[in-house]
């Protein structure tokens, strides 16, 4: 299988802008450069900006992206520091799979410090999520503790193992876990974005993990024999 130009890369990443109904591809630049997507321009919020970072991933081909799009919230969705940590409260609040208690927040010009501890790391990623959509928010910074009972290495391996076999995938025997005071750090190659998500996934879910150190590689042209 050849591999893919940055060119190729570039258009099929427009192209995908162009599909994603939550992005304006009209107001981002792409770059490629061996495989690595820098995205350029300007968007209203925050969770756009996300939003173009993760149709970027979703491309065959694309290792890495660099997401330098600044948000600038025009007058009609712009809110007031006090307005916005009311608005964070409420949002924490409503999200049953979210701990509110636990967590406390800091605005400052849009910008979302959320603090606290979690039992897991899902649970962090839970309230990013909650607090990313809402109106007004120009950056976020996510100062969550997971703090949670020791995990060993081997009993990560085989959550992964068994994730990845239920969903039809081979990528553990490619990948490498390495655990040191709950810090999880995972090597090795996957196929897609999609998988290299599925597998941090399994990770947020697993007690005890308190961080990940993402060192998973993206190659899909280097696929493990299907035998």
Not at 18 to 28: H, P
Not at 75 to 90: F, N, T, Y
Not at 138 to 144: A, C, L, S, V, Y
Request: aromatic content about 2%.
């Amino acid at each position: 299988m050849d591999v893919a130009s940055n060119e190729q890369i570039k258009e099929q990443v427009l192209r995908e802008l162009k599909w994603d109904t939550r992005v304006d591809e009209t107001e981002i630049g792409v770059a490629v450069t061996h495989g690595v997507v820098t995205l350029l321009g300007t968007t209203d919020s925050y969770v756009k900006k996300i939003a173009a970072q993760e149709a970027a991933h979703r491309v065959a081909g694309v290792l890495d992206v660099a997401n330098d799009i600044k948000v600038r919230v025009p007058g009609s969705l712009a809110r007031s520091d006090p307005d916005l940590a009311q608005a964070v409260r409420h949002a924490l609040a409503w999200d049953v799979l979210v701990p509110d208690e636990r967590i406390r927040s800091t605005v400052a010009d849009g910008w979302v410090t959320l603090e606290g501890s979690v039992a897991l790391l899902r649970e962090r990623e839970d309230a990013e999520r909650a607090v990313a959509h809402l109106a007004g928010v120009r950056g976020m910074i996510n100062k969550i503790v997971v703090a949670g009972p020791k995990v060993d290495a081997g009993q990560v391996r085989t959550l992964i193992e068994e994730a990845l076999a239920r969903r039809a995938r081979r990528e553990a025997e490619r990948m490498r876990v390495e655990v040191e005071n709950g810090v999880v750090t995972v090597s090795g190659t996957v196929d897609s974005w999609s998988e290299k998500q599925a597998i941090l996934a399994v990770l947020s879910h697993t007690p005890g993990v308190r961080s990940v150190n993402d060192s998973l590689d993206i190659d899909p042209y280097a696929r493990v024999d299907p035998r």
